[in-house]
C-alpha cells in the first residue's frame, strides 16, 4: 500500500502562485509514475502532470505547460506541483496519484487539497 497526503492549496488571486505537495508514505519503492488531477465543481477529473519515479522524466497536458512544473525529491519521497500564473479557472480539488506499473490506472490517490483563484 501506499499513502498519500496533499498539502499546499488555499486561497490565491489571479496571476499569483501555490506550491502543492504530495508526500507519499508505505510501499514507495513500488512507485512507477506519480501525477496530478483536478476536479472543478460540475466538471470531470482531469489530468494535470505526471513524473516518473525513476528517472524524473515528465508528462503534461498542452493547456498547463509552461505555467504548471511537476518536479519531484525522491529523498523525501515527495512530488510537487509548482503553479504560476494562475487563473480562476484552475479553480480545483487538486489530487495527486500514483501507480505501480505502466498501466493507465492509478493505484492509490490522496484526499486532494483546495486551490481557489480569485479574479
Known amino acids: 500500500q501506499v499513502q498519500l497526503v496533499e498539502s499546499g492549496g488555499g486561497l490565491v488571486q489571479a496571476g499569483g502562485s501555490l506550491r502543492l505537495s504530495c508526500a507519499a508514505s508505505g510501499r514507495t519503492m513500488s512507485i512507477y509514475t506519480m501525477g496530478w488531477f483536478r476536479q472543478a465543481p460540475g466538471k470531470e477529473r482531469e489530468f494535470v502532470a505526471a513524473i516518473r519515479w525513476s528517472g524524473g522524466t515528465t508528462y503534461y497536458t498542452d493547456s498547463k505547460k509552461g505555467r504548471f512544473t511537476i518536479s519531484r525529491d525522491n529523498a523525501k519521497n515527495t512530488m510537487y506541483l509548482q503553479m504560476n500564473s494562475l487563473k480562476p479557472e484552475d479553480t480545483a480539488t487538486y489530487y495527486c496519484?500514483?501507480?505501480?506499473?505502466?498501466?493507465?490506472?492509478?493505484?492509490?490517490w490522496g484526499q486532494g487539497t483546495q486551490v481557489t483563484v480569485s479574479s
Open positions: 496519484a500514483a501507480k505501480t506499473s505502466t498501466a493507465l490506472r492509478y493505484d492509490y
